[in-house]
């Protein structure tokens, strides 16, 4: 069976403070793929990145960084000086291979940031 | 480009009565995607579509709902003698290829079963 979970349902972070978002995943897929999303108030989910199993390069994108290890089954988000504007929901997704986990994505139950100016 | 558009925005049904609600998708983009949201919660899958075939419906909570594409562009989601538990925000997303692709997401549907 496949599993996201974040175990951080609320945090309030002051503006500029850094701020890492926890995932872990299970599945037994050997080629799967990992998302997150960010849904603001707004409520449309906005997609922020994608990482294949294969490829455990840690990526930076501005403020926003990510470290995929597969040892731990983690994917945890991190958001460097983090600004009001990133107060959201944000969700960690798993996608495994046809073979066993069909075409779902899995979504994680969220974490949902509120940065204080 | 245009992204994923749903409508209506928002629907407000009596219990019992059917509702369709549509989904247009980025052009070209091969997969499409159906998640209810329920309030607080993550978006959980319903069905997907590879252009017209409906690749895996394993997450239609019964069989009053019904999802189509038949031109493998447009999908609708049919939900049939709406309950109150159907109350919830239905999302559609497309993918520009079939596995593993990024999915993005329309502005999703919020369903009110009074």
């Known amino acids: 069976a496949q599993k996201v979970t974040q175990a951080q349902t609320e945090i309030s972070v002051v503006e500029k403070e850094d701020v890492t978002l926890d995932c872990v995943y299970e599945?037994?897929?050997?080629?799967?793929?990992l998302f997150w999303y960010k849904q603001p108030p707004s409520g449309e989910l906005v997609f922020l990145i994608r990482r294949n199993s294969f490829d455990e390069q840690n990526e930076i994108s501005g403020r926003y960084s990510w470290n995929f290890q597969k040892s731990t089954s983690s994917f945890n988000f991190t958001i460097t000086a983090s600004q009001v504007v990133d107060s959201a929901v944000y969700f960690c997704a798993l996608r495994g291979g046809s073979n066993t986990g069909g075409f779902k994505t899995i979504f994680g139950a969220g974490t949902r940031l509120f940065v204080k100016a | 480009g245009a992204g994923v558009s749903q409508s209506p925005r928002y629907k407000v049904a009596k219990r019992g009565q059917d509702v369709a609600l549509r989904c247009d998708p980025i052009?070209?983009?091969?997969?499409l995607f159906w998640y209810q949201q329920a309030l607080g919660q993550g978006p959980e899958f319903l069905t997907y579509f590879q252009n017209e075939a409906q690749l895996d419906k394993s997450g239609l909570p019964s069989d009053r709902f019904f999802a189509e594409r038949p031109e493998g562009s447009v999908s609708t989601l049919k939900i049939q003698r709406t309950q109150q538990e159907d109350s919830a925000v239905y999302l559609c997303?497309?993918?520009?290829?079939?596995?593993?692709?990024?999915?993005?997401f329309g502005p999703g549907t919020r369903l009110l079963v009074l």
């Open positions: 997303a497309s993918s520009p290829i079939p596995l593993g692709g990024t999915q993005y």
């Open positions: 599945t037994r897929d050997t080629t799967y793929y």
């Open positions: 052009s070209g983009h091969v997969s």
